[in-house]
């Protein structure tokens, strides 16, 4: 069984800066694609960023131009440097590992964003 290990987020004003990061229990490279989904209040569970084992990125439009995703394979972990925070990014914000036929995901870390 795989674990991720999700850390960072908090709190911030509009216009601020935070990072998450996101450690599994398995080498990284062991995983296809890696990322970030969240889910706000109300809402259902939407991309963030992902990462594939190969370097490809992929962003949520909402997102794209205020978030980077990252790998550190030297400390098997990956990133979510976010910028410019909106309102709108409160969520819980999950990491998320797959192989072929397998997933799994953290168990949430809380952003909330005040304007």
């Known amino acids: 069984q795989v674990q991720l290990v999700e850390s960072g987020g908090g709190s911030a004003q509009a216009g601020e800066s935070l990072s998450l990061s996101c450690e599994p229990s398995?080498?990284?490279?062991?995983?296809?694609?890696m990322g970030w989904y969240r889910q706000a209040p109300g809402k259902q569970r939407e991309l963030v960023a992902t990462?594939?084992?190969?370097?490809?990125?992929n962003y949520g439009d909402s997102v794209k131009g205020r978030f980077t995703i990252s790998r550190d394979t030297a400390k098997n972990k990956i990133d979510l440097r976010m910028t410019d925070l909106k309102p709108e990014d409160t969520a819980i914000y999950y990491c998320?590992?797959?192989?072929?036929?397998?997933?799994?995901w953290g168990r949430g870390t809380q952003v909330t964003v005040s304007s």
């Open positions: 398995r080498g990284i490279n062991a995983f296809t694609t």
């Open positions: 998320y590992a797959n192989v072929p036929f397998d997933s799994w």
């Open positions: 990462i594939s084992n190969q370097g490809h990125l």
